[in-house]
């Protein structure tokens, strides 16, 4: 499985998945907060991994999430951020 990091954490707009060792393709983005509800979804694709995600959370309340990075090839992997 894929390994990645989110900067900055906490964060009060955007925060920046760096994909690490996952392998180029599709993946799909979820945030899910504390009461494991999906708040935002969204469909990147990782070109190599040095590949930069960039994802607006600014809208989200502030609290604790979880960020799920799904693809066919890595399955999933998870890491927690703090919105301010």
């Given at each position: 499985?894929?390994?990645?990091?989110?900067?900055?954490?906490?964060?009060?707009?955007?925060?920046?998945?760096?994909?690490?060792?996952?392998?180029?393709?599709?993946v799909?983005?979820t945030?899910?907060?504390?009461?494991?509800?999906?708040?935002?979804?969204?469909?990147?694709?990782?070109?190599?991994?040095?590949?930069?995600?960039?994802?607006?959370?600014?809208?989200?309340?502030?609290?604790v999430?979880?960020?799920?990075?799904?693809?066919?090839?890595?399955?999933?992997?998870?890491?927690?951020?703090?919105?301010?």
């Amino acid at each position: 499985m894929g390994t990645f990091t989110i900067a900055p954490n906490p964060t009060k707009g955007t925060v920046v998945l760096r994909p690490g060792d996952m392998r180029a393709g599709p993946v799909q983005v979820t945030h899910i907060n504390t009461a494991e509800q999906r708040v935002l979804t969204a469909q990147r694709t990782v070109k190599n991994t040095v590949d930069d995600i960039l994802l607006d959370v600014g809208a989200l309340p502030p609290g604790v999430y979880a960020c799920a990075l799904r693809s066919a090839s890595e399955g999933v992997c998870r890491a927690r951020f703090v919105k301010e």
